[in-house]
């Protein structure tokens, strides 16, 4: 009886709202409101335009209508993958472009992200779960979600749905790979996986995108960069043997590849081209890698040449690269494939499609999804205090003169040589190098400091000290533990490393003074 008299409750409702009509009062949603301006400035793929968009000409209607024809080609092909994979069949078809409909399914393929799934099972969520006590980056990963395709309608409204999964994607991977950690320019990429893919396999596409030697990003995003140096490198080297003249022109205004190239290599040209141009570029770099970097450089350099060489300076020209070619490429996107193509076995007959194999130094060096402990780790109680730590400072602690301890790992050997020896004294060395003063006032009183110690010439600082609060120590040289302290110390010349501490409490002031010594020796 309840059931039917809820059936006649909105039954009756459905029928007042056509009987009320538009008048005052009526209740319409924005979605089913045909003024609702979001329906109207929205294009096929998500992005919000800030004009109303107009109705689509015969060539798009056309093309899109071929996208749809072919449909069931890729239904086909991905009910039978295996026969598929590595056929010339699949490459003439993603050249031609994969469906809309069709990119998350197929760029998995691609990815092969179902057997890293099941290899990796249950490894995101333990990745994320520990990137809420241990992720360094999560601050920076907050800001750049808030401003990332925040045009599109996925990612428009804070802390929705995508909002949430890039956030969790980004912050996951910052502890999976812990060499890379974060780096502004991933979050795009990743936004860019969920728009086609759900969170956790967009996750693993970052990770595979990352690692496997097919794309080998992470080179692009280490310290130093090292493989966008030598993707630079050879770009130059593509444009002096294949667009000589071009490169004497920007060359002459001053125009470094460094200007233009960075979002090219880093994200694969998303945002520097248009979209839809872009998305076809990222199914050619899901099958051929990463040579499409250097592929798709060339293509839009050669294309554009004219107008290039037509701006006379270096602002003309940089703006050209980075705002008139993603807004106004010049031509459909199929044309700019036909040519690629066409660039491709150019490059191929001078063998300078690729940028050569991957250096030692943009490898990962440390393991991936390492796991993450629940608590702080222990001190090793076999290993003694003289070797392991040092008294760098003391704190007032009412009238008490308390120690603080910290650990000092030994320094790492520079690469290619064999380790230095290394022995720790409580004691100055008898005759220590040339020292100078570190205090304008007074030279007797002042601490003495080597001289070239570290690149910022500077010992250790002291923040925040307080008679209620012990001091925070911030190490001034990234280096300063890590490696040896000279660089000409060979393998058979131990180093002896000499460290004093004095803390000096006045009790009238109640503040604190610290005067650090640090001295070194090379012996033969």
Known sequence: MDEEDSVDKERRAIIEKYDRGRENGAQIDDWENPEFSIYHTTDR?????????????????????LETDREWKWIK?????????????????????????FRGPFWAFLLELEPLKIKQKGKYEEMLNASRDYSPDVRQIDLDVNRTYRDHINFRDRF???????????????????????????SQIAALLLMYLAE??????????????????????????????RFQAHHDKVLRKMIPKLKKHLDKHGVDSGLYTLKWFFQCFLDRVPFELALRLWDIYFMDG???????????LKLHSKQLLARKNMDEIVGYIQSKIPDEFGMESDRVIEY?????????????????????????????????PSSPPKRNPS????????????HLMGSRVSPIRIRVPPPTPPR?????????????????????????????????????????????????????????????????????????????????ISSRIQGNASSSSNSLALRVHVTYVQTS
Request: some cysteine; hydrophobic content about 25%; overall charge positive.
């Open 77 to 101: 092909m991905k009910q039978k993958w295996e026969s598929y994979r590595n056929g010339e069949k699949l490459r003439q078809r993603i050249f031609k472009g994969i469906p809309d409909k």
């Open 200 to 229: 956790e396999d967009a996750f693993w596409g970052l990770a595979q995108l990352m690692s496997s030697p097919k794309y080998a990003m992470h080179g692009f995003f280490i310290n130093g960069f090292p493989k966008l140096v």
């Open 290 to 300: 990463e040579r499409v970097l250097i592929i798709g450089a060339y293509t839009i």
């Open 340 to 372: 690629y193509q066409e660039f491709t076995r150019e490059l191929q007959n001078k063998k300078l499609d690729t940028a050569g194999p991957v250096e030692e130094k943009e490898t990962p060096t440390k393991p991936f999804g390492m796991p993450h």
């Open 45 to 65: 793929y998500g992005f919000i335009h800030n004009e109303r968009l107009q109705k689509r000409n015969a060539e798009e209607q056309k093309r899109i209508q």
């Open 416 to 496: 290619n040589r064999s380790p230095t020896p290394i022995a720790y004294s409580a004691s100055p060395p008898r005759s220590p190098p040339r020292v100078r003063s570190t205090s304008p006032s007074s030279s007797s009183s002042s601490s003495p400091k080597v001289r070239n110690f570290s690149p910022s010439n500077s010992p250790p600082r002291i923040q925040n000290a307080s008679p209620n609060s012990p001091p925070k120590f911030r190490n001034s040289s990234p280096s300063l533990s890590r490696r040896p302290i000279s660089p000409t110390i060979g393998s058979t010349s131990p180093a002896v």
């Open 160 to 186: 929705n749905t995508s909002q949430k999964s890039l956030f969790n994607i980004l912050c996951a991977y910052s502890v999976y790979n812990s060499e890379v950690g974060y780096c502004q320019g991933m």
């Open 383 to 394: 290993l003694r205090p003289s070797t392991t730590a040092s008294t760098v400072g003391h």
